[in-house]
């Protein structure tokens, strides 16, 4: 069982940053492949950014690419997603997730694929 709490989110305005964390429970937080998801009012949960076990490989959408960083401590038991350069449509429920059973980072741009959640921090950018 792993128990993941968000922090970090709050209101910034357009073209600021936010550094996303998501701190795990547990002894076994190197296991698991870590992704960011956002849900934006009306619309459904999307992928934002994945990390592998190692850090050593990443992947992230395309409207994010550039701007957003995702990186993890497993020292720390911790995933970071630093944003970057925020516009508006960024505004939205940061869930951060992890993966016992994904090992393709292709993989990790599924919801589906991860066995855990956070509850979520709120991410609002205004213009």
């Given at each position: 069982q792993v128990q993941l709490v968000e922090s970090g989110g709050g209101l910034v305005q357009a073209g600021g940053s936010l550094?996303?964390?998501c701190a795990a429970s547990g002894r076994t937080f190197s296991s698991y492949a870590m992704g960011w998801f956002r849900q934006?009012?009306?619309k459904e949960r999307a992928f934002v950014a994945a990390i592998s076990r190692s850090g050593g490989n990443t992947s992230a959408t395309d409207?994010?690419?550039g701007r957003?960083?995702?990186s993890r401590d497993n020292a720390k038991?911790?995933?970071?997603?630093?944003?970057?350069?925020?516009k508006?449509?960024?505004t939205a429920v940061y869930y951060c997730a992890a993966s016992g059973r994904a090992w393709r980072i292709a993989t990790l741009t599924v919801w589906a694929e991860y066995d855990y959640w956070g509850q979520g921090t709120q991410v609002t950018?205004?213009?």
């Amino acid at each position: 069982q792993v128990q993941l709490v968000e922090s970090g989110g709050g209101l910034v305005q357009a073209g600021g940053s936010l550094r996303l964390s998501c701190a795990a429970s547990g002894r076994t937080f190197s296991s698991y492949a870590m992704g960011w998801f956002r849900q934006a009012p009306g619309k459904e949960r999307a992928f934002v950014a994945a990390i592998s076990r190692s850090g050593g490989n990443t992947s992230a959408t395309d409207s994010v690419r550039g701007r957003f960083t995702i990186s993890r401590d497993n020292a720390k038991n911790t995933v970071y997603l630093q944003m970057n350069s925020l516009k508006p449509e960024d505004t939205a429920v940061y869930y951060c997730a992890a993966s016992g059973r994904a090992w393709r980072i292709a993989t990790l741009t599924v919801w589906a694929e991860y066995d855990y959640w956070g509850q979520g921090t709120q991410v609002t950018v205004s213009s």
